[in-house]
């Protein structure tokens, strides 16, 4: 078995030479060229874990994730974990099941388990959060939230909430019914809520009513089954695809149809809803990228270098069946 000590013989340099480059450290170009030239010839492999051991942090990433049945969640780690692979890093998941105080805890876990980087997909920002990022020696990247002086990636959600508003405005409703969720959150509550409702307030002669819910579609379907009967709204908008495949499953329930009945829409883009009858209209939005550049942004945090503090992914408006004009 080829080790360190047999390319620092070929290479004429020190073991110490090898490690550095092995690691990522500063080696000049020719010196870089000449080990790595070796490696290759040898077909060296060094043991990761024994380098985990000596190093200051493992080549592991930790990504601590709201809830584990989550489309937009899972096709996010899909892609993170792809990228680190291709990184040469590891992916770690821990499971918060949307509860804050275990959020601030796996910060501070993965930090004990020296991971090299924390991917936090928080499902709001508090002080406490903020108290273990500034007190662990990890480099923390907030996914899907925004949060000043911190360093984060989301998506443009006023913008999509606008581009939806806009497009149920247009379509000639005057009664609007709009499912949000918790104002603590600060991308769908705030952010998307106030794009959808700006939009909707161009139409002065219109009238909207929301109704806050969770992310839960179980706890959406039972809200919506209690409040399709009373509304007047001819178009439903849902601050979720999840909740606006609970506001279908109502509507089957109730035995209204849609888009006879009222118009529906989401944000996500989830896979189901171009599957379902009548297909729903939606906001795609770019969870590929969104995993990728935030693999990209956390290597230039942990090699100690400029990254940008907020990063914003663009999305797209998709029109489906479950929306007609008035």
Not at 7 to 14: E, L, M, P, S, Y
Not at 40 to 45: A, L, Q, V
Not at 53 to 77: C, F, Q, W
Not at 283 to 288: E, F, H, L, P, T
């Amino acid at each position: 078995m080829v080790t360190i000590n047999d390319i620092a013989k070929k290479a004429g340099v020190a073991k110490s030479t090898v490690s550095r480059y092995l690691n990522g450290g500063s080696v000049s170009q020719k010196t870089k060229d000449k080990i790595e030239k070796i490696v290759n010839e040898t077909g060296y492999s060094p043991n990761t874990f024994a380098q985990s051991l000596k190093a200051k942090h493992t080549k592991m990433v930790g990504v601590i994730v709201p809830r584990l049945d989550s489309y937009s969640a899972n096709e996010v780690i899909t892609s993170i974990d792809r990228k680190l692979t291709a990184t040469g890093y590891q992916l770690l998941i821990t499971n918060t099941d949307q509860s804050v105080e275990r959020e601030i805890e796996n910060i501070y876990t993965l930090a004990k388990q020296k991971v090299a980087g924390i991917i936090l997909m928080a499902t709001v920002v508090t002080e406490e959060h903020r108290k273990a990022i500034k007190e662990v020696d990890v480099p923390v990247l907030l996914l899907g939230q925004q949060a000043e002086g911190l360093h984060s990636i989301g998506h443009e959600e006023y913008k999509a909430g606008y581009a939806m508003g806009k497009l149920a405005g247009s379509l000639g409703h005057k009664d609007f019914l709009y499912f949000s969720v918790f104002k603590e959150d600060i991308a769908v509550g705030q952010l998307r809520a106030n794009g959808v409702l700006e939009a909707l307030r161009e139409w002065p002669d219109s009238q909207t009513e929301v109704i806050e819910t969770s992310f839960s579609f179980q706890q959406a379907y039972e809200l919506t089954l209690d409040i399709l009967p009373k509304t007047k709204a001819t178009y439903v908008l849902c601050a979720t695809d999840n909740i606006a495949m609970a506001v279908l499953k109502a509507a089957h329930t109730l035995n209204l149809a849609i888009p006879k009945d009222f118009s529906l829409s989401g944000f996500g883009g989830y896979e189901v809803t171009s599957i379902v009858s009548p297909s729903i209209t939606t906001v795609k939005y770019g969870y590929k990228e969104l995993g990728e550049t935030a693999v990209n942004q956390l290597c230039h945090l942990i090699n100690g270098e400029k990254a940008e503090k907020n990063v914003l992914i663009p999305n797209t408006l998709i029109k489906r069946e479950s929306t007609v004009p008035k």
